[in-house]
């Protein structure tokens, strides 16, 4: 079953998704049973993605593929989505974006903690290109620390059932624009679709 590489999907989508203003955070393809495939096109922005935009983003791409014709004879369903809540921060924008959501930082090796250990959970204040405020001490405690980003390691935003404290949320900043509030609504969000195509190649019905 002959199958573009992700690589060689993330250069035919890019500039089709940057024109929408969205950004590409990554494509996976998969063997869906039967000789098909399954193309998951990962896709975010500063506010919730248009679905409108996100529908007629995922025809272009169809089109595009098809035109290029890389998945020869294989017939593949396409599906558009964004980010589950849990998503890793892995560049500025992630960051931004996650601003007033609780994240499990991992500091890296010699770095200094302002917790006293390498592993601990903050609230996403603002961040530049060199550094990130982190509020601590959850609701009891609120004490806002600036932590520089080339001694995290790694972060991943946590799902949350209630919400922050009034005044842990305000040393953050608040939320970012266009994202949601951190609270008990979240644990229906994770990895939502923003939209799916049917049958993008003949054969595929989802």
């Known amino acids: ?15 089709l998704v940057e024109r929408r203003g969205l950004d590409l955070e990554g494509v996976v393809i998969a063997a869906a049973g039967s000789g098909q495939a399954k193309l998951t ?16 983003l995922s025809s272009e791409i169809s089109q595009t593929l098809d035109d290029a014709g890389d998945f020869g ?27 007033g959501r609780k994240v499990k930082i991992v500091l890296a090796p ?8 390498t592993t601990f959970e903050a609230r996403v204040g603002v961040a530049t290109d060199s550094e990130v405020a ?53 644990e229906t969000e994770t990895d939502t679709p923003a939209a799916a195509s049917d049958s993008l190649t003949e054969g595929i019905v989802e």
């Not at 060689?8 to 500039?15: I, P, T």
């Not at 096109?41 to 007629?56: I, M, N, T, Y």
């Not at 010699?110 to 250990?117: L, Q």
């Open 73 to 99: 004879e294989t017939a593949y369903l396409l599906e558009i989505t964004t980010p589950g809540i849990d998503r890793p921060l892995t560049a500025l924008r992630h960051w931004q974006r996650a601003q």
């Open 1 to 15: 079953m002959p199958m573009p590489t992700e690589e060689r999907v993330s250069q035919l989508v890019a500039e």
């Open 134 to 186: 982190l509020v601590l001490g959850g609701k009891r405690k609120p004490h806002r620390v600036t932590v520089p980003l080339a001694d995290i390691q790694s972060a991943v935003v946590q799902v949350e059932f209630n919400p922050p404290g009034a005044a842990e949320l305000e040393l953050a900043g608040g939320v970012a624009p266009g994202r949601p509030q951190p609270g008990a609504q979240e």
């Open 110 to 117: 010699g770095a200094e903690s302002p917790e006293g250990k």
């Open 41 to 56: 096109v990962v896709v975010d922005s500063d506010g919730s993605p248009d679905l409108d935009a996100v529908a007629e």
